[in-house]
């Protein structure tokens, strides 16, 4: 089982960005899908999150309005297209993957997680 996270790169603030990820080795239709980022020096933290039929998405305060987040459960990807970058959403983002547990922004819930792609943010 695999979730390959791509996409990432330098980007001038004010840029986009659109990161995928795509699973492999399993179904992850039945799964809630999540992208969480980490910044040098912090802890990962939740960034946003989509449930199973993709009907319902949810968001961090700091990306909302920016980011949105899609499913395309015939390719078992994920997407999260990011607009308006800012400097601040510089950090390695991740993909996860959990059978719902009760909460979207907890990353000890999730089951699996991809690599990890870099998003650079240039002022």
């Known amino acids: 089982v695999q979730l390959q996270a791509s996409g990432g790169g330098l980007v001038q603030a004010g840029g986009s960005l659109r990161l995928s990820c795509a699973a492999s080795g399993r179904t992850f239709s039945s799964y809630v899908r999540g992208w969480f980022r980490q910044a040098p020096g912090k802890e990962r933290e939740f960034v946003s999150a989509i449930t199973r039929s993709g009907g319902s998405t949810y968001y961090a305060d700091s990306v909302k309005g920016r980011f949105a987040i899609s499913r395309d459960n015939a390719k078992n990807t994920v997407y999260l297209q990011m607009n308006s970058l800012k400097p601040e959403d510089t950090a390695v983002y991740y993909c996860?993957?959990?059978?719902?547990?009760?909460?979207?922004?907890?990353?000890?819930?999730?089951?699996?997680w991809g690599q990890g792609t870099q998003v650079t943010v240039s002022s």
């Open positions: 996860g993957a959990q059978r719902y547990s009760g909460s979207y922004v907890e990353a000890r819930l999730y089951d699996y």
